[in-house]
Every structure is written in structure tokens, then in C-alpha cells.
């Protein structure tokens, strides 16, 4: 488990959830995510990307439930296939029955969509992370993109 704090951004009046946000709070974001190279890959492409955010790192489903309970994420990016079995569709049922909304959840994976069980979550694969998760903040989190930020 790994919480980082990774610089600066203004908020928006609500998330995609339609919860309020206060001005000047980061974006929290938590990546379920097992392989520590897509784990600093992906921390560094956020960094790039999104002006202030906090980045909580989980490689298992119990360590991603403890970090969802504790530190309330605006966004959960979460690898469909985890380590020891675990299954990130299923953990985003966990996540939706325990009141998160679906469009607080991103999938990702480097699976074909093919070899994908049927599910209702977006998602975009790791091989086009670097070109397609930036508009995907973008158009569900503008605020991410100022260069204000509070630390909290």
C-alpha cells in the first residue's frame, strides 16, 4: 500500500458521483493495480496530466476496500486481472454495492476486450493509457487541468 501526495489543482462543485467537492482539494485517486512498472507508470502519467491529485496504490482487494473505506477516493482506476486471483470487476461490484457510482470507476487492463467477462464499466486498455486517460479525466474531471491547488 502506498499513498502519495502529487501537487497542485482547483476543485470542481461536484464529481461525476454529484458529490460535493471542496475548493482547492486534490483529486484522490486510488489504483488497483499489482504490477509495481504499471504501478509507477501509471502514477507518472496522472502526474503529468492532473495538477494536484493524491495517489493511494493498492496491489490486492483487501488492501483497495481498506484504502475505499478510509480515504473516500473521487476515482478508483482498477487492473481487471490482480495478482493471487483477484478479479477487478468484482472488486468493483464490492465498490458499487458499498454506495460508490459507476462512474467513479475506470477499468483498466491489458486483456483484449474480448477475453473480458460482459460488464457495464468503462474502460481502456493499458496499451492506450498514455493517449486516452487524459481526455477521459478530462471530460469527467476539467477542474484536474488548473494549476491551483490547496493541499490537504
Not at 502529487?6 to 499489482?34: F, R, W, Y
Not at 496504490?57 to 482506476?77: G, N, R, S
Not at 493499458?126 to 474531471?141: E, F, G, V
Request: with cysteine; charged share 15%.
Amino acid at each position: 500500500m502506498l499513498h502519495t501526495d502529487l501537487s497542485g489543482i482547483a476543485a470542481p462543485e461536484t464529481t461525476p458521483s454529484g458529490q460535493a467537492v471542496q475548493a482547492g482539494k486534490p483529486l484522490h485517486v486510488l489504483l488497483v493495480e499489482d504490477d509495481p512498472a504499471w504501478q509507477q507508470a501509471i502514477a507518472e502519467l496522472l502526474k503529468m496530466h492532473v495538477a494536484c491529485l493524491t495517489l493511494d496504490i493498492a496491489a490486492q482487494e483487501v488492501d483497495a476496500m481498506h484504502y475505499f473505506t478510509k480515504q473516500h477516493p473521487d476515482l478508483v482506476l482498477l487492473d481487471y486481472r490482480l495478482a493471487n486471483g483477484g478479479d477487478g470487476l468484482h472488486l468493483a461490484s464490492r465498490l458499487l454495492q458499498a454506495g460508490f457510482s459507476s462512474g467513479q470507476l475506470l477499468l483498466i487492463s491489458g486483456s483484449l476486450a474480448s477475453e473480458l467477462p460482459e460488464h457495464s464499466l468503462e474502460w481502456i486498455p493499458k496499451t492506450h493509457l498514455a493517449s486516452r486517460l487524459p481526455d477521459w479525466l478530462a471530460t469527467r474531471y476539467p477542474f484536474c487541468f488548473s494549476t491551483e491547488c490547496n493541499k490537504i
